[in-house]
């Protein structure tokens, strides 16, 4: 196969690199790029810990091929926030204890910047139909959801 150029924007940054046009956006941000906190599960879209943001809208990385995203911008967890200050949305999680192991919790910041972009979330039932193509496996939600809902209300959408 014939290797593909491609140049994406990437939290700001632009690169450009040759690829495997088979390659996984998933992979092409965590091994040609370093950018590691973009994580695989389940490799079917089904689990959401390789969600990021793909032109304003948040898209699964485990099923969008790396030369799909030619001439795009992405939104990774990397671009939220850093160890000395963390995005809202991080510092939400940190506030309520909405994490736990943190495998999934990139995937959930990730979905939950588009959620609060795009959706009003004016209950905990949109709240959570809005978190469901997310999977975590320890915190049995209910800190996640009290994170989105504050900031919900921060954002005024929650009443």
């Not at 736990?100 to 209950?123: K, S, V, W």
Request: glycine share 10%; with cysteine.
């Amino acid at each position: 196969m014939s290797e593909k150029k491609i140049t994406v924007s990437v939290n700001g940054l632009t690169y450009t690199r040759t690829i495997e046009p088979r390659m996984l956006l998933s992979d092409f941000l965590r091994h040609e790029l370093g950018l590691t906190g973009t994580h695989v599960g389940c490799e079917h879209g089904v689990c959401g810990a390789c969600t990021i943001i793909l032109e304003g809208r948040s898209a699964r990385s485990c099923l969008t091929l790396a030369v799909q995203a030619d001439g795009m911008q992405i939104e990774t967890i990397e671009g939220q926030g850093s160890v000395d200050q963390l995005g809202p949305i991080q510092e939400a999680f940190r506030q309520h204890h909405g994490l736990q192991c943190g495998f999934c919790t990139p995937g959930f910041i990730m979905a939950i910047t588009d959620m609060l972009r795009h959706h009003p979330l004016e209950t905990d039932e949109q709240i959570r139909e809005a978190l469901s193509g997310n999977i975590c496996r320890c915190t049995g939600y209910e800190h996640i959801v009290n994170a989105v809902r504050e900031l919900a209300k921060e954002r005024g959408s929650l009443k």
